[in-house]
């Protein structure tokens, strides 16, 4: 099966940018990996922020955007907010299977 | 309003049965996808199955041939029958769609 890295922690600024990454074992992260992203504070269940690469839902905030860069699958945030630190998890799929990277924890400090 | 809550966690013992409910409202549990998503305590979250409505069924290999995902129109709810539970099987399992999570029914597998 295949294993998703991503950086175990990173810490940002308020109001600066920060670009969690999400890489497959496997080789080059693509869309059709429908690669999601999720965020999840203590105690509470994860919440999705973006799904199949870089769409929004409703209740994701603006400053949240995923993309495909250099062979991975990219969350950046723009103008962190200290309500931004959590524990971030991307989500990709291979062939229906999914398999969930082990996390960035993210400090705004 | 849009949410599934999940149901049917507990204490079993190794080798034993559980089946998970998750009974969605505001949308249709047929209409795309569902998962089952678990986290064992201080742990990072695992993929363990989904259900496509057009693709079929799939598993995290740990659970292939114990876990089985089936989902009941007519009630709106999906399931997830394990059996031969083992206690790396302990986590709290989350059931989700594209973007609602629910807050997860915790599964103890112990003697």
């Known amino acids: 099966q295949a294993v998703v890295t991503q950086e175990p922690s990173l810490t940002v600024s308020p109001g600066g940018t920060v670009t969690l990454t999400c890489d497959s074992s496997?080789?080059?992260?693509?869309?059709?990996?429908?690669p999601y992203w999720f965020q999840q504070k203590p105690g509470q269940a994860p919440r999705t922020l973006i799904h199949?690469?870089?769409n929004k839902h409703s209740w994701t905030p603006a400053r949240f955007s995923g993309s495909l860069l250099g062979g991975k699958a990219a969350l950046t945030l723009s103008g962190a907010q200290p309500e931004d630190e959590a524990e971030y998890y991307c989500?990709?799929?291979?062939?229906?299977?999914?398999?969930f990277g082990g996390g960035t924890k993210l400090t705004v400090l | 309003e849009v949410q599934v809550v999940e149901s049917g966690g507990g204490l079993v013992q190794p080798g034993g049965s559980l089946r998970l409910s998750c009974a969605a409202s505001?949308?249709?549990?047929?209409?795309?996808?569902m998962i089952w998503v678990r986290q064992a305590p201080g742990k990072g979250l695992e993929w363990v199955s989904m259900?496509?409505?057009?693709?079929?069924?799939f598993y995290t290999d740990s659970v292939k041939g114990r876990f089985t995902i089936s989902r009941d129109s007519s009630k709106n709810t999906i399931y997830l029958q394990m059996n031969s539970l083992r206690t790396e099987d302990t986590a709290l399992y989350y059931c989700?769609?594209?973007?609602?999570w629910g807050q997860g029914t915790l599964v103890t597998v112990s003697s």
């Open positions: 989700a769609s594209r973007g609602t």
């Open positions: 505001g949308f249709s549990v047929s209409s795309d996808f």
């Open positions: 259900i496509h409505n057009a693709a079929g069924t």
């Open positions: 496997t080789g080059t992260v693509t869309s059709g990996h429908y």
């Open positions: 199949d690469t870089s």
């Open positions: 989500l990709l799929f291979y062939s229906g299977e999914g398999v």
